[in-house]
């Protein structure tokens, strides 16, 4: 069965660095999100994507924040300058129908020190 | 924006009862209602879904009932056993926009 992969499963970065956490969605989806979820808290939904470019965002994903499809596989969340309270597990998710079900990633756990 | 309470935030049953977890939400645009289980440093995965044009779902031994009225939606597990035992989010989905419940962490006592 198809699924959603991520890359890394673990990124450590410094304060002040830059990050970009990849994932590859399942291949005939057409709708791509990213969420966090600092540990212990809720699913935070951070932005949309369909049709190269941003359907809906949430206040959480500022200037700071950036999503691309560099190409009809991958798809990336840069984080610029990482901040502490960046810290937290991200996922992925994609689904092939407006309004339907999500497929999630695995996530990528990123720790900022 | 939209906004969904979820309630209790945290539920302990005896193996074979039944669990009840309940959102609201306050977007009547809203028109999908997933809910999922999150297994501790796992990704959440889906166990129901409701769309806006049903009143209820049932799989099995999990069902979800919808008050598009009221905005609220809830999730029923009978019989539940040890391995139910996770944290549950509700959701609901707007445009392309999810937004998550607060979670309920259920404990199965065997």
């Known amino acids: 069965e198809p699924e959603v992969t991520q890359t890394p499963s673990h990124q450590v970065t410094q304060m002040g660095q830059e990050v970009i956490l990849r994932c590859v969605p399942i291949?005939?989806?057409?709708?791509f999100y990213w969420y966090r979820q600092i540990l212990g808290q809720k699913v935070e939904f951070l932005v949309s994507?369909?049709?190269?470019?941003?359907?809906?965002k949430s206040e959480i994903f500022d200037d700071q924040f950036s999503v691309e499809r560099p190409d009809g596989s991958n798809f990336t969340l840069k984080i610029r300058s990482t901040k502490l309270e960046d810290s937290a597990m991200y996922f992925c998710?994609?689904?092939?129908?407006?309004?339907?079900?999500?497929?999630f990633g695995p996530g990528t756990r990123l720790t900022v020190t | 924006g939209e906004n969904v309470e979820q309630h209790p935030s945290t539920l302990s049953v005896q193996e074979g009862d039944s669990a009840v977890i309940k959102c609201t939400y306050s977007d009547s645009a809203s028109n999908y209602f997933p809910w999922y289980k999150q297994e501790l440093g796992k990704r959440p995965q889906l166990i129901i879904d409701i769309r806006s044009n049903v009143g209820e779902k049932k799989d099995q031994r999990i069902a979800v009932t919808l008050n598009k009225t009221a905005k609220h939606f809830s999730l029923h597990i009978t019989e539940t056993q040890p391995e139910d035992s996770a944290v549950y989010f509700c959701?609901?989905?707007?445009?392309?926009?999810?937004?998550f419940g607060t979670g309920t962490k259920l404990q199965v006592i065997p």
């Open positions: 998710a994609s689904n092939g129908l407006a309004g339907g079900e999500q497929y």
């Open positions: 291949s005939n989806h057409l709708y």
């Open positions: 959701a609901a989905l707007g445009y392309q926009k999810v937004t």
């Open positions: 994507f369909y049709n190269n470019e941003i359907s809906e």
